[in-house]
Nanobody
Framework: QVQLVESGGGLVQPGGSLRLSCTASGRTFATLTMGWFRQTPGKEREFVGVNRWSGNIVYYADYSESVQGRFTIPRDNAKNTMYLQMNSLKPEDTAVYYC????????????????WGQGTQVTVSS
């Protein structure tokens, strides 16, 4: 079992930045591959990015095209926390953001993940 708690959402102006946090408990965090998704009303949950554990202390991050170059996903294993650093935010980034643990399969598929957080609202508006 893994418990995930997201925080850091809020209201930000277009072009601004925001950092979300996802803190995990219940398993060895350093060996987890963790992903970020987002969802707007009436739409399916959308892949944002993933921080992949590649063995030892090597990690890689992959991103959807819509956020590539603007978002990054660092992690702090000492704090059991993964982040979503969002820069150059756009109104279309408005959504509820979720973190989740990747278990198997493709990194951009919802069905590959389990142990979801409760979500945190991000609103980009002037």
């Amino acid at each position: 079992q893994v418990q995930l708690v997201e925080s850091g959402g809020g209201l930000v102006q277009p072009g601004g930045s925001l950092r979300l946090s996802c803190t995990a408990s219940g398993r060895t965090f350093a060996t987890l591959t963790m992903g970020w998704f987002r969802q707007t009303p009436g739409k399916e949950r959308e892949f944002v990015g993933v921080n992949r554990w590649s063995g030892n202390i090597v990690y890689y991050a992959d991103y959807s095209e819509s956020v590539q170059g603007r978002f990054t996903i660092p992690r702090d294993n000492a704090k059991n926390t993964m982040y979503l650093q969002m820069n150059s935010l756009k109104p279309e980034d408005t959504a509820v953001y979720y973190c989740a643990v990747h278990l198997r399969g493709s990194y951009d598929s919802i069905s590959s993940y389990d142990y979801w957080g409760q979500g945190t609202q991000v609103t980009v508006s002037s």
